[in-house]
């Protein structure tokens, strides 16, 4: 209502200057005591009245007082004195008022004040905030970077202390009247000098770092000891597995095709000193399978070796080359017959085979940088001085079988042998093993390759596969596979290592 009144004041003032010169001075009154908004709120009041409002003459009509309407007001307004409201509340001002002439000049701004909170609701698009980022704030944190939080601390607490004898010091300096006590007035209190004492002997960051029971820091007597060095290192294999099995039918020692119970047993004993190195390994396998085809027995033995390999060296010139010499021998621990028969095909030292010879062994072992559990080792040694012996000793067993004479039991080839063993392993869980030897007496080859691939699937159990070739033109050729000679190992079961 009060800006409907603001409104209209503004219209009117225009035509009201404009008739004569005799009513400017009524007329400005008049302004002044309208947009006097102070004297307004304070005639709005219910101790304040309205003062009266001098009409000018020339302005006066039939009916001097004009009647007012039948509208209940809040509160009185000057303008009710001069001109009449409609139903509605609003004042009904002369015609006369309206001209384009007397609005000219004027815009909406200069006639109402206006609350941009109260307009009509319409969408202008502005959706987006102005301060709109799309970086975080910063934070204007002075702890930020301090490893306890300063809530977890004594900063609240020493805070809020600070403030209280803040507090109490505005206090005592606006308000010492109202102090009608002191620490003199009181025999019990302690004095300044004996509160820190009593701070000094209840300190609990001591209680803290105290203990219950005191130990000395004098470093304690320890008995002198010689540690000596390791020279010898030990380690082995054990496996115990279910498998499939494959021999060829001109196999050297036999053999059926089965499945098969699989032992495997490998012990290395290794010793470096100075210059001076000894390396030992021993190795038992032993395969045992079902006969269901044979009459003669329920048992019977698959592959079946025992081997030693040794090397003697000493450093030679280069870190990885050594003066060595080295012996393999092998031979089997029981006896194996071929099925339904009981001639008697292979047994203990029969046959035996060894091998040794005297030249230059490398040795590799290194260790892979990007992958971790990658390790490649390596032994090969070259023997261009070494023999190769056979020996039956068993009268049961054809000696022509192992490529001696008949009527002999033994045989010696001398020549010149390669031997390179390899453990490469992928990673912690597989494995590959494989040994390569080869002898020439340049008038006969006898070469094997065994391969090994151990996969385990846990510390105990693992996946092993085995191939074993051998090539040997000192014996009767197979019609089939000639002079090669294959055995195929597929297994399954327990594996542990030390």
């Not at 509340?89 to 004027?106: C, E, I, K, V």
């Not at 030249?359 to 023999?387: C, M, Q, W």
């Not at 001696?404 to 039991?409: H, Q, S, V």
């Amino acid at each position: 209502m009060k800006q409907i009144g603001l409104f209209l004041i503004f219209l009117i003032t225009p035509f009201i200057l404009s008739k004569t010169k005799a009513q400017v001075l009524d007329s400005l009154q008049l302004f002044e005591s309208i947009t006097d908004i102070e004297k307004l709120i304070q005639q709005g009041s219910p101790q304040n009245q309205p003062p009266p409002v001098v009409v000018p003459a020339n302005q006066q009509r039939r009916d001097t007082v004009f009647t007012q309407p039948q509208i209940p007001l809040l509160r009185k307004n000057p303008l009710d004195s001069l001109y009449r409201r409609k139903a509605n509340g609003t004042l009904q001002l002369p015609d006369n008022l309206y001209n384009q002439r007397s609005l000219s000049g004027l815009t909406f701004r200069d006639t109402i004040f206006y609350n941009p909170l109260f307009l009509p609701m319409i969408f202008t698009g502005k959706i987006l905030p102005p301060d709109l980022s799309f970086y975080p704030a910063e934070e204007d944190d002075l702890y930020k970077g301090f490893l306890i939080s300063p809530d977890k601390t004594f900063a609240p607490r020493l805070t809020h202390n600070e403030f209280i004898q803040n507090t109490r010091r505005d206090f005592y300096r606006n308000y010492p009247d109202r102090v009608g006590f002191s620490v003199l007035h009181f025999d019990s209190l302690p004095s300044p000098a004996q509160s820190r004492e009593v701070i000094e002997d209840f300190n609990p960051f001591k209680e803290l770092l105290s203990t219950e029971t005191s130990y000395s820091l004098d470093a304690p007597a320890l008995d002198k000891m010689e540690i000596k060095r390791k020279y010898w290192i030990y380690n082995g294999e054990h496996s115990f597995q279910l498998s499939q099995s494959y021999f060829s039918p001109n196999w050297h020692k036999g053999g059926t095709s089965n499945f098969t119970f699989v032992n495997n047993h490998i012990v290395r004993m290794n010793y470096h000193k100075n210059k001076v190195r000894f390396n030992n390994t021993l190795e038992w396998r032993l395969s045992v399978f079902t006969a269901p085809d044979d009459t003669l027995r329920k048992y019977r033995i698959g592959d079946d070796l025992i081997r030693y390999f040794g090397d003697f060296g000493i450093d030679a010139f280069h870190k990885n080359w050594s003066y060595s010499t080295n012996l393999d021998v092998r031979s089997q621990v029981f006896n194996n017959y071929p099925a339904n028969s009981n001639d008697l095909r292979s047994a203990f030292l029969a046959p035996l085979y060894a091998n040794g010879g005297i030249g230059l062994k490398y040795n590799l072992d290194k260790r892979s940088e990007k992958v971790r559990h990658r390790r490649t080792r390596l032994d090969l040694h070259l023997a261009p001085i070494s023999f190769n012996f056979r020996y039956i000793g068993n009268e049961k067993v054809n000696v022509k079988r192992y490529g001696i004479e008949e009527g002999k039991n033994s045989k010696i080839d001398l020549g010149s042998t390669i031997t390179a063993n390899l453990i490469y392993d992928f990673n912690r869980y597989i494995s590959w093993n494989s040994r390569l030897k080869y002898f020439t007496s340049y008038d006969k080859v006898e070469a094997e390759f065994e391969n090994t691939l151990n996969m385990a699937l846990t510390n105990a159990f693992s996946t092993r596969f085995f191939l074993n070739l051998r090539y040997d033109d000192a014996v009767p050729p197979d019609p089939k596979y000639k002079y090669l000679q294959v055995t195929q190992l597929l297994s399954f079961g327990l594996n542990y290592k030390w």
